[in-house]
């Protein structure tokens, strides 16, 4: 199955998901608590976000378990039961995938930093890593996702621990800014040097998602695709979060605008396409009709 | 090594994020009986604006920012007793109170800004993450703060910065405090909405923000202790 996804991704681009956390916030999700908590607490409702998502075309849907790894857990009490979150959010996705569709385990960053910056060691992240990266395998994660990654150090350990506590394959995708030099994440690694360690390390895909609009991702896009010949993703946000007036969360890049620049995304040589945060089953059920108006 | 030179090496430690040459180099300044004061204006504080032009320029990143912040802490330690034997202030530009509002448990970005405010000379009461409104009011009020600043990386918490300001209403207090909000999800735009003072995209162009804000209530050298 694992082969016939990076297989698909040579016949056509792959439709990823959109916002997880954003979706389970509309369905009342509380302030500040964690989504991870939902795996087992409201199963039903994080089932529903990834249903939605594969109603509206996308052939892979990520877990609800960015957060999941025991040491971004910590901040809520929550470290103990990092294992059994992590199986239950695979559960979850597994059983909403109809035959044939596919589930990313996602590995988000731990919110800490490895020292000097910051108190914990490279030991530490990986260990914590591990654990999650066991735990989604074990509850029928396709491949895993280490997503949204600032620091490439962080995303190192992530993926070599992935690497050691599954057979699955591992994507990665780091979060770049656009600068006058090129794209850089906030720690300062440029695209090249997050192509070349990220590929020695054995991951499948590489990608950028986060924090760039769908605009701005067609130059992270290119600068990667000129960095690398592995399968590229792409998961752009849907501009910046604003607040009206009654305190209602709305994206600056409305659906439009941002599918507009979907198939330059394409074109600059992204095989595997979704949204982050603010995009919506709605914007993925337009990128679909969009790239497959376009290309069949 | 002249006073020129002196400073100079000063200002070049900060930059390269060198704690060690910069802490000696307080300890020489320091030997040699060299006013404080002018160590910390003339050595190390031209040393930080340098850094906050290259992170603005995008040739510093993170770890940079945190070198140069951690070599002025290393040298502001050395110069410290010595402000304090001369009953001598530094040119603090005044007291803030920084947190991450409650519900919300992110504080990359607000110790990041912590950080380049207490290296560019403000003296800094860091709450930490997932603080209660309350708590932002009553340290300021009990540290006769000038500025309070909330961090929001949520936008389910952001509102909570909007919160905070109408708090420090009702409380006949809002005039007392410049508010400050920054984070992923706050602009320019939603600091007005939100009632604040300002809003700074990062640590660096906080510190700019700050020092723009900072009225006549900010201290001068030489003043009494």
């Known amino acids: ?296 | 090594m002249n006073q020129e030179e002196l400073f100079s090496g000063m200002t070049q430690a900060i930059i390269d994020g060198d704690r060690d040459r910069a802490t000696g180099l307080a300890a020489e300044a320091v030997q040699a009986g060299l006013d404080p004061v002018q160590v910390i204006d003339r050595g190390y504080v031209p040393g930080i604006d340098k850094v906050g032009e290259l992170w603005e320029q995008g040739d510093y990143f993170l770890p940079e920012l945190i070198a140069s912040a951690e070599a002025m802490k290393g040298a502001m330690s050395v110069l410290e007793p010595a402000l304090a034997r001369g009953r001598l202030e530094a040119h603090t530009a005044g007291k803030v109170v920084i947190g991450t509002v409650e519900g919300d448990i992110h504080d990359i970005g607000k110790n990041l800004v912590a950080a380049m405010l207490q290296a560019s000379g403000f003296e800094v009461f860091d709450l930490g993450a997932d603080v209660k409104l309350e708590r932002f009011i009553d340290q300021a009020e009990a540290v006769g703060a000038d500025f309070i600043c909330a961090s929001a990386l949520l936008t389910t918490t952001m509102n909570n910065q909007k919160k905070l300001v109408g708090l420090l209403r009702e409380r006949g207090i809002r005039d007392k405090y410049r508010v400050l909000v920054g984070g992923a999800p706050a602009s320019r735009k939603w600091a007005e909405e939100a009632g604040a003072d300002g809003y700074a995209e990062n640590a660096v162009a906080a510190v700019k923000l700050a020092r723009s804000l900072a009225g006549p209530a900010a201290g001068t050298a030489g003043k009494d202790a």
């Not at chain 1, 996804?5 to 302030?31: H, W, Y």
């Open chain 1, 1 to 296: 199955m694992n082969g016939s996804l990076l297989d698909l991704a040579k016949a056509r681009t792959v439709l990823m998901d959109g916002g997880l956390g954003t979706e389970l916030m509309a369905r009342g999700l509380p302030q500040g608590s964690p989504p991870e908590t939902w795996d087992l607490e409201r199963p039903d409702l994080v089932e529903d976000v990834h249903r939605r998502y594969f109603a509206a075309g996308a052939d892979i849907v990520s877990t609800n378990s960015f957060g999941g790894s025991r040491i971004k857990l910590a901040g809520h009490g929550l470290e103990a039961r990092a294992a059994e979150l992590n199986v239950a959010a695979a559960r979850l996705a597994r059983r909403a995938a109809p035959p044939g569709k596919w589930v990313a385990g996602s590995i988000g960053p731990t919110g800490k930093f490895l020292k000097p910056q910051g108190e914990f060691t490279e030991d530490e992240f990986t260990a914590a890593f591990a654990e999650q990266a066991a735990a989604l395998a074990e509850g029928g994660a396709d491949i895993l996702l280490v997503e949204t990654q600032y620091d490439l150090r962080e995303a190192l350990c992530a993926v070599r621990a992935a690497r050691r506590a599954s057979s699955l394959p591992v994507f990665a995708t780091m979060t770049f800014n656009a600068l006058p030099r090129g794209y850089f994440t906030l720690m300062g690694d440029g695209v090249a040097k997050c192509a070349a360690a990220l590929a020695e390390a054995g991951i499948s895909a590489l990608g950028a998602n986060c924090s760039l609009d769908s605009e701005r991702m067609v130059g992270a896009v290119r600068a990667l695709r000129a960095a690398t010949p592995l399968p590229l993703v792409a998961q752009a946000n849907a501009g910046q979060p604003v607040l009206d007036a009654e305190g209602r969360v709305s994206y600056s890049q409305g659906l439009e605008d941002y599918v507009r620049f979907v198939p330059d995304i394409v074109a600059a040589g992204a095989d595997f396409v979704g949204g982050c945060c603010g995009t919506t089953p709605d914007y993925i059920n337009a990128i679909a009709e969009k790239l497959f108006r376009r290309t069949s």
